[in-house]
Every structure is written in structure tokens, then in C-alpha cells.
């Protein structure tokens, strides 16, 4: 194992400051700059090989689920504790929106207590800033609609050139004054809120499923019942599945015919509640796919399953690539075996292409990943990001507008650019442990959605 021999080493992880004192196992910070280190962030995280892993890791809580509840519950007539959450940027991002919009939005040890106002939600008179948090700003916007004023919602240069306009679209059709400030369809947004009309509208289903996420959740609060047509195939269809799930549990039900059809009856009300948040089978894929790459045994804690979250489904993706797969009521054991290329259709779990694109690399034939033409509008051009970084890692690669073809090459050391993109960082961190000198730039934007992501990582070793 390989030892840091410094005798102390600081880490800075967003405001949290820590030392550390060698031997540092596993994760080396390293410093590209002569300004002096200290209270400074490592500029970049080099992984160190591993030979087979044999550990237990507990998967952090559902973002997904997370930021559903926390805006549901915002919408109930009473207060709700939102147990087991995840406490990462995004979903700061979304209880400090709430509370710009007058609900009370409080983090206990372990959950967030949330309590609408008495009165009808008002629009803020400042801006809202939601970063690059996706499912944030698209369920903001709906929200907004329900809320008295105008309300203007903005993100970082990322969410600045990701696109809504189909769900501008679709909510002007139900009635909404709602535009993209640049006329490009991306926001900044200007939303008049007060109230919506409802109605029968159609959406485009083949960018992302947060759009429709966003206007079933909050239906139940417009004027009229509202009906909901996909235009052509809806994408990422288990992301819907957890709406659903999320608002049954908040009593209210929606009907959906085949996905193609969504109705939603007027007057019902969320009922305050506790919820539990379950484990994220997303942040679950890196410790499975560690198991695959390093040929050991990882048993990953804190899963249902049973879940209707597509990205469970991953660990069957592993088995197909020659892994052995053991379900339990709470967990999943992956023991890794000699990996094989598959050819596999992501759709129905796109936010786990990237740690299977990683994993293909220390497979023996080529992988074809299809389905994936939305990650092209996620936290970066994942498809092109993907590329260029397995390429730079000795792989042949093609790439199209939905696929990508990976061939295991000749291996060399790089560092990973990560676009900012939290799965970027911790989905190559796992070619680092098969390959010598990997080293990942820009290791906090994991905060995103797993902020103890490289602690976690780092304790496989131990």
C-alpha cells in the first residue's frame, strides 16, 4: 500500500477544513502551483492503484428522492420531516430557494423540517441561484407558476446553455407567462406566477424527464385537472416512476397510461408527513464497478433492491459483464471475474453510462453504450466528455449523437478534466485503480451530489 510521506497534509473540502497527518492511503492530494498550500484546495486528487478489493460501503442518500420530497413537501398544507436526506449542493440549492419563497426550510442532524407558509407562496424579490443543479431548476419552474409575483430564476455558465424550453413550452400552454430571458431557450428565467390555468398540453419526452417530473408535481395545485401528452418517446421513464412514488407517499395519485399520457385531477392536497429518503443506486454504481474493475468483493449497504430507481438495475449490468451479483433486502455483494464488452441501452439509467464506460476499459472485446443521446444536455456534454477522457487513457472510442463504442487500448497515466461534472470525477476515479497515475482535476465538484465521495472511496482501501 502505498504510503504519502508528508508529515501533514491539508485538505479543504468546500468550508469544511481538516488535517491530516501521514500515512495517507489510497487518495493523493496533489499541488500544481507554487502559491503556498495552506487553506487552499487541492487542485487535483491522484488515485492509487489497488489490487482486489474486499470491503463494505454504505451508499449515501437519493438526490432524486431527496429534492422530489423536499418540494412536495413544500407544497403540503402542514409541516414535514424529510428524513435520511442528502446533504449535498443541489439540494441546498433547493431549501434555500424554498425559503426565498417564504417556506420554512430547516436542517436538523439527520433531516430537513418543512412548512409552507399559511399564506400563498410569494416570489422572491431577489434572483434565485441554483448553480448547475438541474433537477433544481426545473422544478423551480414550475413551482414559480404557483407562486404570487414574478419570480427569475438563474444558474451558473453551465445551466446558462442547458435547454427548457420544452417545458416553457408546455407550461404556456397551460397558461403560464413564462420566457427564457435570452430567447434562447436556456435560462435565465422570468416566470409571472399567481396561479395556472391547467388544461390538456403536450411535451416533448426525449431531452429530459425532469421536465415532466416538474409539472406533475405541483398539477394538483392548478385551477384544472390537467392532462399531460409525451411527444414521442419519454426518456429516463424510472425517474418518473420516483415522482409518482414520492407523490403517492404525499397522497396524491396520478394516472399514467403507458407513459404516454398523464392525468392529474385538481383539488387534491399533499398531506405533511415523515419521509425517509432510501439510498441512491446512482452513488451505489462506483462501488459496484470497483468491485468489476478490481476483481474483489464490495458489499454495498444502504439499497432497496427492490427500488423503482433504474440505476439498481446497474448491478445487473455487471453480471452481464461477468461479475457474480448478490441481492440482499438491504444490500448488494458484487464479486468481480474477468469483464467482458457488453452492448447494453443505458436509456432507463443514463446517470450510470459513465461508470460503465470506465469499467469497459478493462474488458476484453469492445462495449457499445446506447441510449444515451440526454447526456449530451447533463452537467457538461457527457458523450464528448467521455471521449476525449477515455481516449486520453489509451482507448479507441467512437462516438454519435446516442452512442459511444469503447475498445480497451494500451493504457497510460493522465489527468481528467471533469468539466465540472461530479460524475465525471468520481466515475474515473475508478481507472485508477488498475491504472498507474490517474489523477482527477477539480475533485470538489463531487459536492454536487456525493461530498464525501473521495473519503468514501479512499476507506475501500483500508
Known amino acids: 500500500m502505498f504510503a504519502f510521506n508528508s508529515s501533514k497534509i491539508l485538505i479543504h473540502k468546500q468550508a469544511n477544513r481538516r488535517q491530516v497527518n501521514g500515512p495517507f492511503y489510497g487518495i493523493v492530494p496533489v499541488l500544481k502551483s507554487n502559491i ?58 433547493m431549501c434555500q430557494a424554498l425559503k426565498d419563497y417564504g417556506v420554512s426550510a430547516e436542517k436538523e ?48 455558465e453551465r445551466m446558462l446553455e442547458r435547454p427548457i424550453g420544452d417545458l416553457l413550452a408546455c407550461l404556456q400552454s397551460l397558461g403560464v407567462n413564462a ?18 390555468r391547467g388544461g390538456e398540453a403536450g411535451l416533448a419526452g426525449n431531452k429530459s424527464s ?24 419519454l426518456t429516463s421513464k424510472s425517474y418518473i416512476d420516483i415522482t409518482l412514488e414520492v407523490m403517492a407517499a404525499f397522497g396524491v395519485s396520478i394516472e399514467n397510461n403507458d407513459y404516454r399520457q398523464f392525468s392529474v385531477k385538481a383539488g387534491q392536497k399533499y398531506k405533511p408527513r415523515v419521509y425517509r429518503v432510501e439510498g441512491d443506486a446512482s452513488s451505489a454504481s462506483y462501488f459496484i464497478a470497483a468491485a468489476a474493475v478490481s476483481g474483489g468483493e464490495v458489499t454495498v449497504t444502504g439499497l432497496n433492491p427492490n427500488s423503482v430507481q433504474g440505476d439498481i438495475k446497474f448491478a445487473d449490468v455487471m ?52 441510449g444515451i443521446a440526454n447526456l449530451k444536455i447533463k452537467e457538461t456534454d457527457r458523450i464528448e466528455a467521455l471521449a476525449t477522457e477515455l481516449s486520453r487513457l489509451g482507448a479507441e472510442v467512437k462516438a454519435g449523437s446516442d452512442f459511444l463504442l469503447i475498445k480497451p487500448g494500451k493504457y497510460r497515466s493522465a489527468e481528467i478534466e471533469t468539466y465540472n461534472d461530479h460524475r465525471m470525477a468520481m ?20 459536492g454536487k451530489s456525493f461530498p464525501d465521495f473521495f473519503d468514501r472511496f479512499q476507506e475501500m482501501y483500508e
Open 319 to 370: 453480471a452481464q459483464m461477468g461479475c457474480e451479483v448478490e441481492k440482499k433486502p438491504d444490500s448488494i455483494i458484487v464479486r468481480g471475474g474477468p469483464l467482458k464488452g457488453i452492448h447494453v441501452d443505458m436509456n432507463n439509467m443514463p446517470d450510470t453510462a459513465q461508470t460503465l464506460a470506465v469499467a469497459a476499459l478493462f474488458a476484453e472485446g469492445e462495449t457499445v453504450i446506447t
Open 109 to 156: 442532524e439527520n433531516a430537513f423540517r418543512i412548512k409552507r407558509p399559511e399564506s400563498q407562496l410569494g416570489a422572491p424579490q431577489n434572483e434565485i441561484y441554483v448553480g448547475n443543479a438541474g433537477t433544481t431548476m426545473r422544478f423551480l419552474t414550475t413551482f414559480a407558476c404557483l407562486a404570487k409575483g414574478e419570480s427569475k430564476l438563474t444558474g451558473d
Open 427 to 446: 466515475s474515473f476515479a475508478l481507472a485508477g485503480l488498475k491504472i498507474p497515475g490517474i489523477q482527477i482535476k477539480n475533485p470538489q465538484c463531487v
Open 210 to 233: 425532469q421536465y415532466l417530473t416538474s409539472v406533475l408535481q405541483c398539477a394538483p395545485y392548478f385551477d384544472q385537472d390537467t392532462q399531460i401528452n409525451i411527444v414521442g418517446e
Open 36 to 93: 503556498s498550500p495552506i487553506w487552499r484546495p487541492f487542485q487535483l486528487i491522484e488515485i492509487k492503484t489497488s489490487g482486489p478489493l474486499k470491503t463494505t460501503v454504505k451508499t449515501p442518500p437519493s438526490k432524486s428522492y431527496t429534492n422530489r420530497a423536499l418540494l412536495i413537501a413544500a407544497l403540503a398544507e402542514g409541516e414535514s420531516v424529510v428524513e435520511n436526506p442528502l446533504f449535498s449542493d443541489d439540494t441546498h440549492f
Open 179 to 196: 420566457k427564457a430571458d435570452l430567447g434562447n431557450q436556456c435560462p435565465p428565467l422570468t416566470i409571472q406566477g399567481g396561479s395556472v
